[in-house]
């Protein structure tokens, strides 16, 4: 049999998925059909896996890798059928169930060992088995028992990672209960039982027991929030008072992670696995499916122009996609520097929990309100205590600060993905291409510490201490960590949101003893290194044209060049879609400012981009105090260019508090 040929994005190809106009419930499923389609030719021949392009590796095996790529669309399909909704390739899948659980066909998928991927992929499986009966009534009985056998009861007495995977377990044994399967109801509730020990107030969730603080969006749209809400809906008449406190908690958080999206449809990224894009704005239609009633000043138009304005900008990413037209390992483009170790070719189809919102029916008033903005209904500036975030909106930049969050596991690029000072919708965060010198670290957001000569750098991953404090009279909320890039380096960062009269500014301010001599690098947003004529890269900053950048970008060939610095009263700024800059408010330290050209790809968003950055050194036994002044005017409708830099000649002032702090 030929295989059969798929989509082929050329050059300049436009993916179906960005030609559908999304306005209501029906453009959205039809924009899930344009994320199943392409995966046709990548079905196994017996349609038990599916191999996304890529061919790249994870810390699992292959079978399990091609689990995956089976699997995770079936919550976008589960949620399409269960809604009314319907697909020309259903019975692929179903097909594959049946394949992948039977141990005598050779696409069989294995029982799991412990901790196993596998047992990631029960999740969507139990499901789709309890949303969608089609998929359940269409096994014959030594069917069913294949995938009793396989699904739940094959892992409830297996060891799991003691994290947010306790839930798939849950869904696994859900799965099979409401198809009247072979399943226990013990497994079940020891599960959910100690997942509420993770439970911390405010309707947050640790992803993990006591001693890791870790509340990224896997506590809420990747599993946590958005699991206890589907629990809540399918098991709610067997456990009204679980489901009641799922919901409950469900009220509380999204007055907070309300706060995670802007009015262009963008979310902040943070945190691990961001790779799963689209799937950060599940949380609100699980809100919706849930039947939860929305806290004010929450409304379902609000929701809605969450979801959908997202959809909406993913739509405007075309790099997203492999010229057959599968999700890549990436962001907005195709980047393995961003990836985690077990994000496999069909990871990102994780991406298809966005899609819960198809289960709400259509007389719902998420689908029949008006989409409209949360934000004019938000305080712009929001303490977050229990993810350790002060959020703002001040300016027209939708951006958190951060303190006191690590991956509690080794994690490439987690200094970036946690441990950076500020995360922005419009800017996102940079991850280390390589580990040598300030243009392999593009080190946004970050401050690093280097003892030789500027070779390798050390930033926050782990604070001593970080907590919510507050300054001036009670009135300013600031995030302060003690840290430690070295044994005998100790850094306090005082974190400082913007203020009304300069919106666009936040301060750091680094106290730093040290007891050797370190090289320091203080770094503003990344932005996009890229002219709009030409896609050249920024010349000087030319007022005609309102972009480029002060000082002159040097390079990391020719560092001496003076036109490359300037000092750090005057900061380095750079101008494309909008301006970031950095400046040395403090007295008695000489700081120089310059652009680092850091590595292509280690932005998620911007595959090149300029780093504006605060540099010196700090002799062995000084102690010295930073106080960096971080500008960022994000461009976006109704911003005129000429007024990128508007804010730019008037820095904050140092708070008399914090002159009081210095002094003392």
């Not at 088995?129 to 359940?136: D, E, F, S």
């Not at 027209?396 to 509690?408: E, K, R, W, Y």
């Not at 946004?444 to 500027?454: K, M, N, T, V």
């Not at 001599?517 to 044209?545: H, K, W």
Request: with cysteine.
């Amino acid at each position: 049999m030929e295989p059969k040929t798929g989509l082929v994005l050329g050059y300049n190809g436009t993916h179906p998925f960005s030609k559908v106009k999304i306005t209501d419930r029906a453009s959205v499923q039809e924009l899930l059909r344009t994320l199943l389609d392409p995966l046709e030719p990548f079905f196994s021949p017996l349609k038990a896996r599916v191999k996304c392009p890529g061919a790249t590796a994870v810390r699992f095996d292959q079978t399990a890798s091609e689990v995956e790529g089976i699997c995770r669309p079936l919550w976008g399909l589960a949620c399409l059928l269960a809604g009314g909704g319907d697909y020309h390739g259903t019975e692929w899948w179903i097909q594959g169930i049946k394949s992948g659980t039977d141990p005598e066909n050779p696409e069989y998928w294995g029982y799991p060992r412990d901790n196993d991927q596998r047992m990631v992929e029960m999740c969507p499986l139990g499901y789709a088995l309890a949303v969608a009966p089609v998929i359940w009534q269409s096994f014959n009985e030594k069917e069913r028992e294949n995938v009793e056998n396989w699904l739940g009861n094959s892992i409830n007495e297996k060891n799991m990672p003691n994290t947010n995977w306790l839930w798939f377990r849950v869904f696994a044994n859900l799965g099979l209960k409401k198809n009247g399967g072979k399943f226990s109801q013990e497994r079940l509730d020891r599960d959910i039982e100690h997942l509420n020990t993770f439970y911390r107030g405010g309707g947050w969730s640790n992803d993990g027991p006591e001693g890791i603080h870790q509340m990224d969006y896997y506590s809420s749209s990747f599993a946590i929030q958005f699991l206890q809400l589907l629990y809540a809906k399918l098991a709610g008449e067997d456990e009204p008072e679980r489901a009641a406190e799922f919901k409950k908690r469900a009220q509380t958080v999204a007055l907070d992670l309300i706060h995670y999206y802007d009015n262009e449809g963008r979310s902040i990224p943070f945190g691990r696995s961001v790779g799963y894009r689209f799937a950060m704005v599940s949380f609100w239609g699980a809100l919706a499916y849930a039947g939860v009633e929305l806290p004010e000043p929450l409304t379902w138009g609000m929701v809605k122009g969450v979801v959908l304005r997202h959809l909406r900008w993913w739509q405007t990413q075309p790099d997203i996609w492999s010229p057959s037209g599968t999700l890549t390992i990436g962001y907005s483009y195709p980047n393995m520097y961003m990836a985690e170790n077990y994000n496999s070719p069909g990871s990102p189809y994780w991406a298809c929990l966005a899609f819960i919102c198809l289960a709400v029916p259509a007389s719902h008033p998420f689908w029949t309100s008006e989409e409209e903005l949360a934000s004019p209904a938000l305080p712009a500036i929001k303490e977050l205590p229990h993810p350790g975030h002060i959020a703002s909106y001040l300016g027209n930049h939708c951006m958190l600060l951060s303190s006191g969050q690590a991956c509690s596991y080794p994690m490439k690029g987690t200094h970036a993905k946690y441990g950076g000072f500020a995360y922005s919708s419009a800017y996102a965060y940079s991850v280390p291409p390589g580990l040598f010198t300030l243009e392999q670290y593009a080190l946004a957001s970050q401050l690093g510490f280097s003892d030789d000569g500027g070779e390798y750098w050390k930033t926050r991953r782990v604070s001593e201490y970080a907590g919510l404090e507050h300054r001036g009279d009670g009135k300013t909320p600031v995030l302060v960590s003690i840290w430690k890039p070295f044994p005998d380096v100790t850094v306090r960062t005082t974190l400082i949101p913007p203020a009304p009269e300069t919106p666009n500014w936040h301060l750091r301010v680094h106290r730093v003893e040290a007891g050797r001599e370190v090289m320091t690098a203080d770094g503003s947003f990344a932005i996009c290194n890229q002219r709009a004529a030409d896609g050249r890269y920024l010349d000087p900053y030319d007022a005609a044209t309102c972009e480029g950048t002060f000082p002159r970008i040097i390079g990391n060939y020719d560092l001496a060049t003076p036109a490359g610095w300037s000092t750090g009263k005057e900061g380095a700024y750079a101008v494309s879609k909008g301006a970031v800059g950095i400046k040395a408010l403090e007295t008695g330290v000489e700081r120089a400012a310059n652009l680092v050209n850091a590595d292509p790809n280690s932005n998620l968003v911007e595959s090149r981009t300029v780093i504006p950055t605060l540099q010196h050194t700090i002799k062995a036994g000084e102690t010295v105090w930073y106080v960096s002044a971080i500008y960022a005017k994000p461009s976006g409708e109704g911003v005129p260019k000429e007024t990128y830099l508007d804010g730019w000649d008037n820095p904050p002032r140092i708070p008399e508090w914090l002159k009081a702090e210095i002094g003392a």
